[in-house]
C-alpha cells in the first residue's frame, strides 16, 4: 500500500481558518482563566499556616516554595542523602575576600599579560622579529634609495642627449 494510505490523501483537502470573532472569543476565556487562577492563588496565600514549635522554620520555607510535581506532592519522601538547595541572602554573601579563579581564568589573564608585554617590548624594537623586521626595513630603504637615485641618473643622462641633439640640429640647419 502507497504511503498515506488512500488516493488523494489528506493535501487536497480544503483549509479552514479561524474568524476573528472565535479568536477573540477564546483570548477572552484565556484572560477569564487567568483571573480565576490568580484570585485562587491569592486566596491560598492569604491562609495561615500552622508551624509546630519544634520544626525548623528554614525547612518548612524551604518545602513549601519548592513545587512538586505529580504524585510527589503525596507522598513524604525521607530521604538522608537528598541535599536541599538553600539560597543564600544577599547579607550572608562575604565581599571582602578576594574571589578564587579558576585555572582557565588564571591561565588566560596570564595570556594577556604575556602578549601586552610581547607588544610592548616589540614596539620598543628589542624583541628578535622586530629587530629582523628593522633591518628588512633598512635594506628596503636602501633598495629604494638606489632605486631612485639611478632612475634620476637616467632622467639627466636623457636631458643631456636630448639636449646635445638638439644644438646639433639647430647647428645644422644653420
Given amino acids: 500500500m502507497p504511503k498515506g494510505g488512500k488516493k488523494g490523501g489528506h493535501k487536497g483537502r480544503m483549509r479552514t481558518y479561524t474568524s476573528p470573532e472565535e479568536i477573540d472569543a477564546q483570548m477572552k476565556a484565556e484572560k477569564e482563566r487567568k483571573k480565576l487562577e490568580e484570585e485562587q492563588g491569592a486566596a491560598q ?20 516554595s519548592y513545587k512538586r510535581k505529580g504524585v510527589e506532592g503525596l507522598i513524604d519522601i525521607e530521604n538522608p542523602n537528598r541535599v536541599v538547595q538553600k539560597s543564600k541572602k544577599v547579607t550572608d554573601i562575604e565581599l571582602d575576600e578576594p574571589r ?9 589573564i596570564e595570556k594577556q599579560k604575556a ?3 610581547y607588544m610592548k617590548m616589540h614596539l620598543a624594537g628589542k624583541t ?17 634609495e638606489e632605486a ?27
Fill in 45 to 64: 496565600n492569604d491562609l495561615p499556616e500552622e508551624k509546630l514549635p519544634g520544626s525548623g522554620s528554614e525547612d518548612s520555607d524551604d518545602d513549601s
Fill in 128 to 144: 628578535d622579529q622586530a629587530k629582523a623586521d628593522l633591518a628588512r626595513l633598512a635594506i628596503i630603504r636602501k633598495q629604494r
Fill in 148 to 174: 631612485a637615485r639611478k632612475k634620476e641618473e637616467e632622467r639627466k643622462g636623457k636631458e643631456a642627449t636630448k639636449a646635445a641633439t638638439k644644438g646639433v640640429q639647430s647647428l645644422s640647419l644653420k
Fill in 115 to 117: 602578549k601586552e608585554h
Fill in 100 to 108: 578564587q579563579l579558576s585555572r582557565r581564568e588564571r591561565e588566560e
